[in-house]
């Protein structure tokens, strides 16, 4: 297989209990390296053998991304680092120099089994492979890794990187519109599983299940087991981003083959799953009380929002107007 580095960064004080199972998924996955990028050194989360921690502080990573551009960046939370992503080509020259792809990736994802879904034909046939921030991939060549300066996106890549707003730019509103706009042999149809952020519960954000469901990481792989009709039914994806949910993780995470994904913690399994152990797990507890919770945070979402000064309010309308179109065509072509 053509080598592989995932770069993710995260800049704070701690890492959040997540990342114990994102390891974990990574050392399930051998035939794919990944680069963790941050000013944290926690000695207490053993990573595998094909994760490397490159420590920088977050002072430093703006100085390395501000020395290739002539104009003055705007950089000062770590989150904007997102709208920065499609210059990880560049930023992580040397850490990338001898792979021939190199993606972006976050570390509140749980990977399945990599190679089932992004395949060797795959990497050779394509330029990009996924269309999120959680797992994009790209060619390591001049062509791709200077994409982001190309057109095609509604907001050109110096507003983007001189402004402090979130624009979306390593997806919706910036790389998937290049793409589109630049005929780039792209594999958007990556199977992933992206848990709803407007959902109390674990449950995808496109599918909008109203039935008993759990997310398991069995034996290196992801699946999502569900009861329709009184049958227990299984899908397998590459991977579950686990999205805004805060999950406890514990050290036995270290010594489990299986485990279900709650919202909150892990259930760590060690019998096989079946109809009635679902039913025990699921967080599922009726259709009214998801709509309940999804009208709750929305609420509060755009609460949040409101609070934006004028400009503020102006550039989010833009941001998510391009975002609810791109959905809009996800869902039709579903």
Same mark, same amino acid.
């Given at each position: 297989?053509?080598?592989? !580095?995932l770069v993710s960064v995260?800049?704070g @004080?701690? /890492?959040p +209990?997540? &990342?114990?199972a994102?390891?974990k998924?990574c050392?399930?996955n051998p035939?794919?390296n990944?680069?963790?990028v941050s000013?944290?050194n $926690?000695?207490?989360?053993?990573?595998p053998?094909? #994760?490397?921690l490159? @420590?920088?502080?977050?002072a430093d990573l703006?100085?390395?991304?501000?020395?290739?551009?002539e104009?003055?960046?705007s950089?000062?939370?770590?989150?904007? %680092? !997102?709208d /920065?992503r499609?210059?990880?080509?560049?930023? /992580?020259k040397?850490e990338?120099?001898?792979?021939e792809?190199?993606g972006?990736?976050? %570390?509140? #994802?749980i990977y399945g089994?990599? @190679?089932?879904?992004?395949?060797p =034909?795959m990497?050779?046939?394509?330029?990009? %492979?996924?269309m999120?921030?959680h797992l994009?991939m790209?060619k390591? =060549?001049d062509k791709m890794?200077n994409l982001y300066?190309?057109?095609?996106?509604?907001?050109?890549?110096?507003r #983007?990187?001189?402004?402090?707003?979130?624009y979306?730019?390593d997806?919706?509103?910036g790389?998937?519109m290049?793409?589109e706009?630049?005929r780039?042999?792209?594999?958007?149809?990556l199977?992933?599983a992206?848990a709803d952020r407007?959902?109390?519960?674990?449950t995808?954000?496109?599918?909008?299940?109203h039935?008993?469901?759990?997310?398991?990481? =069995?034996d290196?792989?992801?699946?999502?087991?569900?009861?329709?009709?009184n %049958?227990l039914k299984e899908?397998?994806? !590459?991977?579950l981003?686990?999205?805004?949910?805060? &999950?406890? #993780?514990?050290?036995? &995470?270290?010594i489990? +083959?299986?485990?279900?994904? =709650?919202?909150? @913690?892990?259930?760590?399994l060690?019998n096989?799953?079946d109809s009635?152990?679902l039913?025990k797990?699921t967080?599922f507890q009726s259709?009214? $009380?998801?709509e309940k919770d999804?009208k709750?945070?929305?609420?509060n979402?755009?609460k949040?929002?409101? $609070?934006?000064?004028?400009k503020?309010?102006?550039?989010q309308?833009?941001?998510y107007?391009?975002?609810?179109?791109?959905?809009?065509? &996800?869902?039709?072509?579903?």
């Amino acid at each position: 297989m053509n080598k592989v !580095c995932l770069v993710s960064v995260y800049m704070g @004080n701690e /890492f959040p +209990d997540i &990342i114990k199972a994102w390891a974990k998924s990574c050392e399930a996955n051998p035939d794919f390296n990944f680069l963790l990028v941050s000013n944290i050194n $926690q000695k207490d989360i053993k990573f595998p053998s094909n #994760v490397k921690l490159l @420590n920088i502080t977050f002072a430093d990573l703006r100085n390395r991304i501000q020395k290739l551009f002539e104009f003055p960046i705007s950089l000062n939370k770590p989150y904007k %680092i !997102c709208d /920065f992503r499609p210059v990880f080509g560049q930023i /992580f020259k040397d850490e990338l120099i001898n792979y021939e792809w190199w993606g972006y990736t976050d %570390i509140d #994802v749980i990977y399945g089994d990599m @190679n089932k879904f992004i395949t060797p =034909n795959m990497l050779n046939d394509f330029e990009r %492979i996924g269309m999120y921030g959680h797992l994009s991939m790209y060619k390591n =060549n001049d062509k791709m890794n200077n994409l982001y300066k190309e057109k095609g996106s509604i907001f050109n890549y110096k507003r #983007v990187f001189s402004k402090p707003y979130s624009y979306i730019f390593d997806e919706s509103d910036g790389m998937n519109m290049i793409c589109e706009k630049n005929r780039i042999k792209w594999f958007k149809n990556l199977r992933l599983a992206d848990a709803d952020r407007y959902s109390k519960r674990i449950t995808e954000y496109f599918d909008n299940m109203h039935c008993p469901e759990v997310y398991l990481w =069995n034996d290196g792989h992801i699946f999502h087991e569900y009861i329709q009709n009184n %049958i227990l039914k299984e899908r397998e994806y !590459c991977y579950l981003h686990v999205s805004s949910k805060k &999950i406890s #993780v514990s050290d036995k &995470i270290n010594i489990s +083959d299986s485990f279900i994904i =709650n919202s909150q @913690n892990l259930v760590y399994l060690n019998n096989k799953l079946d109809s009635k152990s679902l039913l025990k797990y699921t967080e599922f507890q009726s259709s009214e $009380q998801d709509e309940k919770d999804r009208k709750e945070l929305r609420k509060n979402w755009l609460k949040n929002k409101m $609070q934006l000064p004028i400009k503020g309010k102006i550039h989010q309308l833009m941001v998510y107007y391009a975002l609810f179109i791109e959905r809009i065509k &996800i869902k039709l072509k579903k």
